[in-house]
């Protein structure tokens, strides 16, 4: 195959614009657009090794392009030292050639995200607060084109002590592995594929100042598991994901805190922390994006938490979404349904009668967003959207007998008017208002900074 | 009911003596729970030689001043630990005529405690005695023998010299040498230390054979009356009983120990029955007032005594510190009562007022805690618990004795 030093250039600048990508993305749609790099680093290599030679035979004919592509090479690749940097001198030896991925991208690359969120209830305004509400720094190595290594460390509310309100996690750790061109593995600590959310959770990725609750209070976003799995991409558009892991720990339910009432799996959810694992998951998601602009997709997710504990009567935990995201022309349009159970409640529950929170039988939630692109103008675009929820925590429990069987939860209904205002890719500015059907005390005001590289 | 998960056998571990037991006790800690869920009926393991020896010294009579009071006397292995009458205070001293100062607690389901701390968010916690003045069960056993109003003796040399002359004297000295009566204060020591063995050996003081403990284990079904109680003995806004007397499961699978080794101010009436309050000046101060001192600047702690376990609650002949109460009933309506009629528990001053939190000095009154349901009342407000919600929660209380027989 032989290239000309316009396509060179072209494909070198297409290489560094993608490789500016978030290095982060987990989607699949992500994943396949880095594999796709992956091939195209290789064919650059290629295109570059016979620029070499061509040098070396043709005295200058190739500076021009020499000089483009080593420009692209600094700013796609900052991290190690590009031998193409350098002016050509003469014909180089074999082992002054550089290897190929010296010359396509890092090996290791550093990403973050964060949040800084001003939220000022409208009928407390006295409990208004500033939070340092997350700081993200990650990094992917790539060990060889086929293989990578994912982490992200995460501090939460700024401060993490004995005696302060934060928490210092890791949110993923994994290797993947390209098992061919359309199959990848990954083993670690993962992002559940569940939702829109919840493998796509920067601030640049979502709309508002705080996550939506139905992917945070139904499916526990940003909820991670131990385990294996695999991921497919198929031509046809669909990206199909499943695998085993770690699941949630039932034995964690604390009947006396309110904690499960906010988030019932986020109260028993493990996050790899000597997770008990006498019984694994399963969990599954299919998307398919068939149609450019239109993504549709479920996910689900199932296994046994109680792991065999003593004085702990068995019980499933199982949790299952809808998703559908389109965005024709200007419109950003989304919904998200999703709902969870635990089995076997009565018996869980009749040790706990009379506490505040005891285990839900079922929970569920949905929501509908509009966001319309409104104004853009350079790198800077803003959105005003829409979005309203119905999500109940604790929709039905199971019977205990007179007097003891808790009232279901009633269903919160949350709208929220906003506006998403990008500074380029990878800063946004976001303002909302949010309003509570249900306890209109929690009516609030939001304003936050975001950034996501 | 679903089937459950085998439960590990207390038994199994119990010969490994004292180190595992302090250890899993270390890991319990502070939680109100208990280190192992074991199974009933599991007091068929062997005692050690130090456990068996010390059972023999727990039942001797013949180590007091009067010749007639072991540690069973006041804590009666058929009575769940506790004394078998209803006195205020149970007698003791040489002749026997010197009543104690503070009812004799059940020593059941104290393997798991530790020595007293104030834990990180600054709450007194552990400890052994009403007030948590000794450490650990060794030191716990020692100071009865030599309470003037207990077992009496002058000293550890009285005690080690009737040791040595007790029917297991030989047992002793193979056990820890047979000049091991020449050190008075060695001999003390490793008696104390035979004791606290026996105690954490023998399943009898932690046997986990209530019928609550089944209910727990999924082998008994409560009945609706004592369902209701439970619930309304955690409900934090009706009994509130498991703020400080924990109910649930462990977050480890223990079984729970109805108390969290902390200590409150209840304001319990001043009991005329005890020889000491017969002085207007005298006062229980509790906590704040051990006989070490140490924590006599915290006049904020006087008057709060430690939270007991409620095991075998319903055993028991007398309630509180001061063996205020000698009904079950009585005490859960004081309870729920004490700030919605105070007429009904104390006296009335010149003006006919109640004086609430009598056994109190005035300026101490305040530490009683009054912030929390049920006490979180005043007079005339409806008390937090119906006389029959009162009986539904005795009726829960009941299934926490041990040797339950479906």
């Not at chain 2, 010969?15 to 890991?27: F, I, K, Q, V």
């Not at chain 2, 075998?312 to 004081?334: I, M």
Request: glycine fraction near 10%; proline fraction near 7%.
């Amino acid at each position: 195959m032989r290239r000309t030093p316009l396509s060179i250039a072209v494909s070198t600048a297409l290489l560094g614009a993608a490789l500016s990508m978030p290095a982060h993305a987990q989607t699949p749609t992500e994943l396949e657009l880095a594999r796709k790099l992956d091939r195209l680093a290789a064919e650059l290599a290629e295109v570059k090794a016979q620029l070499a030679t061509l040098r070396a035979q043709g005295g200058n004919a190739g500076t021009a392009a020499a000089a483009s592509e080593a420009g692209t090479a600094t700013r796609a690749a900052p991290a190690p030292a590009t031998a193409d940097a350098a002016p050509a001198a003469g014909r180089p030896t074999r082992a002054e050639l550089p290897t190929r991925a010296e010359l396509a991208e890092p090996a290791t690359v550093l990403t973050s995200y964060g949040e800084i969120n001003y939220t000022r209830p409208t009928k407390a305004p006295q409990d208004a607060q500033v939070d340092l509400r997350r700081f993200v720094l990650g990094f992917q190595h790539r060990m060889d084109s086929k293989t990578r290594l994912v982490a992200e460390l995460e501090v939460e509310h700024a401060v993490s002590s004995a005696d302060d309100p934060g928490e210092v996690a890791l949110e993923q750790a994994f290797v993947e592995r390209e098992l061919g061109a359309r199959l990848a593995a990954r083993a670690g600590l993962f992002l559940i594929p569940a939702g829109m959310l919840n493998e796509n959770h920067e601030p640049t990725a979502y709309y508002g100042v705080h996550r939506n609750f139905v992917e945070t209070a139904i499916i526990p976003s940003t909820w991670r598991e131990v385990g294996v799995q695999l991921i497919g991409n198929l031509d046809n558009g669909l990206t199909i994901q499943g695998g085993l892991s770690t699941g949630f720990d039932v034995g964690k339910w604390d009947a006396t805190s309110t904690e499960g009432a906010e988030s019932p799996l986020g109260a028993i959810h493990q996050e790899g922390a000597q997770a008990r694992a006498r019984n694994l998951a399963v969990f599954g998601a299919i998307n398919w994006r068939g149609v450019p602009g239109l993504l549709v997709g479920g996910s689900a997710f199932s296994g046994a938490a109680s792991h065999s504990q003593p004085l702990l009567p068995s019980a499933r935990v199982s949790l299952w979404d809808l998703h559908a995201r389109w965005s024709p022309g200007r419109w950003d349009l989304s919904s998200v349904y999703a709902r969870g159970s635990i089995s076997n409640t009565a018996a869980l529950n009749a040790t706990l009668v009379g506490n505040p929170t005891l285990i839900p039988e079922r929970f569920d939630g949905w929501y509908l967003q509009g966001a319309y692109r409104l104004w853009s103008q350079g790198d800077y675009v803003l959105s005003p959207f829409v979005r309203l929820e119905r999500f109940n925590t604790a929709r039905d429990y199971a019977d205990l007998g007179a007097g003891l069987t808790p009232q279901a939860a009633g269903t919160e209904r949350v709208t929220t008017v906003g506006v998403n205002f990008l500074v380029g890719q990878g800063v946004v500015l976001k303002a909302d208002v949010q309003r509570f059907g249900l306890v209109s005390a929690n009516n609030r005001v939001n304003l936050g900074l975001g950034w996501s590289f | 009911m679903p089937s459950l998960p085998p439960i590990p056998l207390a038994g199994i571990r119990r010969p490994r003596h004292a180190l595992l037991s302090l250890a899993t006790a270390l890991a319990a800690c502070g939680s109100g729970e208990s280190a192992l869920a074991p199974a009933p009926g599991t007091n068929t393991v062997q005692l050690s030689a130090a456990a068996a020896l010390g059972e023999k010294i727990f039942r001797d009579p013949g180590l007091s001043a009067s010749g007639r009071q072991s540690c069973a006397s006041c804590h009666d292995p058929d009575n769940a630990h506790a004394p078998a009458n209803a006195l205020a205070g149970q007698p003791g001293g040489a002749l026997l005529d010197q009543q104690g100062g503070r009812q004799a607690p059940s020593i059941r389901y104290l393997d798991t405690n530790r020595a007293f701390r104030f834990d990180d968010e600054g709450t007194p916690t552990g400890g052994f005695f009403w007030d948590g003045r000794a450490a650990s069960l060794q030191q716990q056993a020692g100071e009865p023998f030599l309470n003037p109003r207990e077992m009496a003796n002058p000293g550890k040399a009285e005690v080690v010299a009737k040791l040595a002359r007790a029917s297991y004297e030989a047992e002793f000295r193979a056990l820890y040498g047979n000049e091991v009566f020449a050190d008075v204060d060695g001999a003390f020591q490793r008696m104390t230390l035979a004791l606290q063995q026996y105690q954490l050996e023998d399943a009898g003081f932690h046997a986990y054979t209530s019928k609550y403990d089944e209910f727990l284990r999924g082998r008994a079904k409560l009945s609706e009356q004592e369902l209701r109680g439970l619930a309304l003995f955690n409900d934090p806004s009706k009994g509130n009983c498991a703020a400080c007397h924990p109910s649930g499961r462990g977050s480890d699978g223990s079984l729970p120990l109805f108390t969290d080794f902390s200590y409150d101010a209840l304001g319990v009436p001043r009991n005329p029955e005890l020889q000491q309050n017969a002085d207007p000046a005298f006062y229980d101060l509790g906590l704040c007032a051990r006989p070490a001192g140490d924590l006599a600047a915290r006049t904020d702690l006087c008057g709060a005594f430690k939270v007991p376990s409620l095991r075998n609650v319903a055993r028991r002949h007398t309630f509180f510190h001061n063996g205020r109460f000698r009904a079950l009933k009585e005490a859960l309506t004081f309870y729920v009562q004490r700030d919605t009629d105070p007429r009904k528990w104390y006296p009335l001053d010149a003006s006919g007022q109640p004086v609430k939190f009598d056994d109190l000095p005035p300026a101490y009154r305040a530490n009683v805690n009054t912030s929390e349901a049920p006490y979180d009342r005043k007079p005339g407000d409806a008390p937090a618990l119906s006389d029959s919600e009162v009986d539904d929660v005795v009726a829960f209380l009941d299934t926490l004795s041990d040797d339950y027989q479906p």
